[in-house]
């Protein structure tokens, strides 16, 4: 396979990735497939797709003004790359957007409802004015051969100054605006990071990691493509970028210093080691590989010193929309598998749309050889099944749209259970079987009387834990003379509630069909019920977790009856339903095999009469069922709530 | 087990669901690309539209056009395919699961219906079967996985009818429940990879062969090439063909059949 192939295929997995965490965010929201919260709303979509994105499309304005600005004819053949790059990073930056809103549909707005006040304003209409003057900057290079748009290019090529004027401008605009956003939140920055200066940092930066990201591109795309690298030509841009670099680093301690916060930097904590990280990938590095002439002539420091640089930008702007800030205040925040597969599936997106237009459009001064479109090429055959792929053409959109779905079935797969994530389950709780119990105490020796006809008898429990009149008659008195009288009590009663004999199966399996709680801990905690601090069970010192924890029987005697063969592996108790199965048939199943009846412990043995199996089964199902069981009810309409 | 039950109806469902109807959307896909780029390549663009149209939805019932040559064997074969597509998607049991997952739901069949379709399937693919093992004929065009096909089609209906019928025991409901899951699992996820794919190609099959088989001239001969046959005709491969062409057919070049 060809490295474009190679990577295409590769993009075309993560894109796959992303589209199925895509519909399932799009279907059940952010709270069902993400870890943002109320508290944390803003994470690595925004710090990275959306401020990285808007940084990294810095190259578009840079290189256009160089050219027609500055008239710098030299650098015309990059001119459309870079403008391509900008123009697909905005795109991008929209869409990752659109990921993070929580009503994507009311995007538009902004353009009706005015904030002027707001920066998210500026932002909102930098980004739609831009992205509108790089579509019409980039209109030209695909219309190239269609006749009927002719004129509608002759006239954008008339606005060409115009409308770089513009991207400049607006440029300038929001890539600081995206720093005077974090204005408004001094209390939230770390104090190296906030600034008031954080416009114009953002600004510099940005045009630095434009001329250092039109470096980048052209390198990885001479790799891909063969090419040879224009290490020549980009040299000068090194040379302009560490100017551009020594200004951001002189500006940013220089604030520092002004605003007497320079301790900061010894201070040790993880931050100021954040910070020389950023700062040396972003700034440092770059600056010392480009001023030494050697290695800016050299293509591969060159294209490393560009690929530090571009990671250093992006670093810092996921630094400054939430990194830096893990703990101050708010709960732990650590994106989700979903937001980053979703973050890279956007770019990977966007570098295949790149790839794209630089195959089947003049972005380059000569298109390079499409590799899978190569006449001599020879046809590919399926390594296993020696079946033909086909002209590489072919065999490169079969494999492509292979790897995506693969992609896509995994990431269903690993989603979990979105909708169960976002409504919780309707919880079904359990009542005490009715029947007799005033016997128990008065002996268990004696035999079971029978009572009036539509009466329950002496001795028998009527197990209807939901209440929905379909249960089970436990002779219980019967079953007491079989298996031994008073040593019969353990098999069930296997635990009791703290100052209690024989509690009932209800006390503690408290749902139908859900664990429950069994060591109740917010009773424990809770000032209307035992009234405990925290540390009268957790160990101090550890984390509040099961691992650390008192036993109940440390102030509980007696939980345990003597003889009790369950045992309890942790604190949760398992749904009643499963209780139930779990101690009457395990005890019918043995029974059954010993005394070769094997009807007793077929499920009609309990669910007969008016609950037997088929008619179960048909109650469940109907659309009458009430919300006994784990069913997840459909979101109501909005004409129910109102 | 209900571990293991839990997974094959969770995580194994959704990725073996989600690579079935998406491998499908893709052959679709791949294949009206295909169709696309054969019709734009070749020289020839007369396509009989009315006759694959008439000829598709005709063969979408082909009881009416094989019921004069092999009645049974059409009857049969219909009902077979009619059953199994019906029975699962309409089946009050997987439509709860469905309506769990995500809250949607659709009208059930009948549950004495259901039973009753879900033996029908289980016999049918019985007796194609057996038509195909006697018949002499149809053993000798198949290969193998064409008997194993409808073993592994019958295992999820077998099981699944014995787990919702049979009044047995919880846990022998859960030991059928189990391979009922894994065989369903098993098949969906090779759906769009075998020759099951017949769901969504057949119905395209006409088209593909009134408009994709137009080669492109001298397409034969760079296969052969590329097979490293370069200097035989394509259209020659075998002695017995020789005697049936015309002499010096050889000389007018491999593609015009």
């Known amino acids: 396979m060809d490295r474009v192939v190679r990577l295409k295929l590769v993009l075309w997995v993560m894109v796959g990735l992303a589209a199925a965490i895509a519909t399932a965010r799009f279907a059940f929201g952010l709270g069902a497939t993400t870890h943002l919260s109320d508290a944390t709303p803003w994470g690595l979509w925004v710090g990275f797709d959306v401020m990285g994105g808007v940084a990294l499309a810095a190259g578009g304005f840079v290189v256009t003004a160089t050219v027609y600005i500055f008239k710098m004819e030299e650098y015309h053949s990059i001119v459309r790359p870079a403008v391509l790059t900008a123009f697909l990073g905005y795109v991008a930056v929209v869409v990752g957007l659109l990921f993070d809103l929580g009503l994507p549909w009311n995007i538009w707005h902004l353009t009706i409802y005015w904030n002027p006040r707001s920066p998210l304003f500026e932002v909102g209409w930098c980004v739609m004015l831009y992205l509108t003057v790089l579509m019409l900057e980039f209109f030209p290079v695909p219309t190239e051969g269609i006749s009927a748009l002719a004129s509608l290019r002759r006239f954008l090529l008339t606005l060409r100054i115009p409308l770089v004027i513009l991207g400049v401008a607006l440029s300038t605009l929001h890539q600081s605006s995206l720093g005077s956003l974090f204005l408004i939140m001094p209390y939230r920055l770390y104090p190296l990071w906030y600034s008031p200066l954080l416009p114009v940092l953002f600004f510099i930066s940005a045009v630095a990691l434009g001329l250092m990201m039109v470096i980048l591109e052209s390198h990885v795309t001479a790799y891909l493509y063969r090419r040879k690298p224009e290490t020549g030509l980009l040299a000068p841009l090194g040379a302009a970028t560490r100017w551009v670099l020594a200004v951001y680093v002189a500006a940013r301690f220089g604030d520092l210093a002004a605003r007497g916060q320079l301790h900061y930097l010894a201070s040790g904590a993880w931050q100021a080691k954040l910070f020389w990280l950023e700062l040396a990938l972003m700034a440092i590095l770059p600056l010392a590989l480009m001023s030494a002439t050697r290695f800016r002539r050299q293509a591969g420091w060159q294209g490393a010193a560009a690929a530090i640089g571009v990671a250093g930008v992006v670093l810092n702007r996921i630094d400054v929309g939430g990194l830096a800030d893990i703990g101050r205040g708010g709960p732990l925040y650590a994106p989700k598998w979903t937001e980053i597969a979703v973050s890279l599936g956007i770019v990977a997106a966007a570098t295949l749309a790149f790839l794209f237009m630089i195959e089947h459009f003049r972005v380059w001064e000569s298109r390079p050889a499409d590799p899978e479109a190569d006449p001599r090429k020879l046809p590919e055959f399926d390594k296993v099944g020696f079946t033909w792929l086909g002209t590489p053409a072919v065999a490169g959109r079969v494999k492509y749209s292979l790897g995506f779905v693969f992609a896509a079935g995994a990431g269903f797969a690993l989603l979990g259970s979105p909708l169960a994530a976002r409504q919780g389950s309707v919880p079904a709780p359990v009542h005490r079987a009715r029947g007799d119990a005033g016997y128990l105490r008065s002996g268990v020796s004696e035999a079971a009387s029978l009572g009036q006809p539509g009466e329950l008898p002496r001795g028998v429990l009527y197990i209807d834990g939901d209440l929905t009149r379909y249960g089970v008659t436990f002779y219980h008195q019967r079953e007491i003379e079989r298996n031994g009288r008073e040593k019969s009590c353990v098999l069930c009663h296997h635990m009791n509630m703290p100052h209690d004999q024989d509690s009932g199966c209800y006390a503690c399996h408290r749902d139908m069909y859900q664990k429950s709680d069994a060591s109740r801990h917010d009773w424990h905690a809770s000032p209307h019920g035992a009234n405990l601090a925290c540390v009268e069970c957790h160990e101090p010192g550890y984390a509040r977790t099961s691992a650390h924890v008192k036993p109940c029987a440390d102030c509980h005697k007696n939980l345990v009856p003597a003889g009790a063969t369950i045992e309890i592996p942790n604190y949760n108790a398992v749904s009643y339903v499963d209780a139930m199965h779990e101690v009457c048939n395990g005890c019918h199943v043995k029974v059954a095999a010993r005394e070769k009846k094997p009807e007793i412990a077929r499920c009609a043995e309990c669910h007969k009469g008016r609950l037997n199996f088929s008619d179960t089964r048909h109650y469940l199902y109907s659309p009458h069922a009430p919300a006994g069981r784990l069913v997840i009810l459909p979101p109501p309409k909005v004409s129910e709530v109102h | ?257």
């Open chain 2, 1 to 257: 087990m209900t571990a293991w039950i839990d997974f094959a109806r969770g995580p194994l469902f959704r990725l073996s669901f989600a690579l079935m109807a998406l491998g499908l959307l893709r052959i679709v896909l791949l294949t009206l690309a295909g169709v696309r780029e054969g019709y734009q390549n070749s020289s020839d663009k007369i396509v009989a539209w009315k006759e694959v149209r008439r000829q598709t939805l005709g063969w979408l019932f082909p009881m009416a056009r094989l019921w004069r040559q092999r009645p049974i064997y059409s009857l049969i074969s219909f009902l077979f395919h009619a059953g199994m597509i019906v029975t699962p998607l309409f089946l009050a049991s997987h439509i709860l699961l469905w309506r769990n997952a995500l809250g949607i739901g659709w009208a059930a069949l009948p549950r004495r219906l259901a039973n009753w379709l879900t033996l029908l399937v289980i016999f049918a693919g019985a007796g194609l079967f057996l038509g195909r093992l006697l018949s002499p004929a149809a053993r000798k065009i198949s290969k193998a996985q064409d008997f194993l096909w409808p073993l592994l089609i019958a295992a999820p209906f077998v099981t699944g009818y014995i787990a919702s019928n049979a009044i047995l025991s919880p846990r022998t409901y859960q030991e059928f429940l189990l391979v009922h899951l894994y065989a369903g699992d098993l098949i969906l996820l090779m759906i769009p990879f075998t020759k099951l794919a017949h769901c969504v190609l057949a119905p395209l099959s006409q088209l593909v062969t009134a408009v994709a088989w137009k080669f492109p001239a001298g397409a034969g001969d760079r296969v052969a090439e590329t097979l490293g046959f370069g200097d035989r005709p394509t259209w020659l491969p075998k002695a017995r063909l020789t005697a049936e062409l015309p002499e010096g057919a050889a000389g007018k070049g491999g593609s015009e059949r």
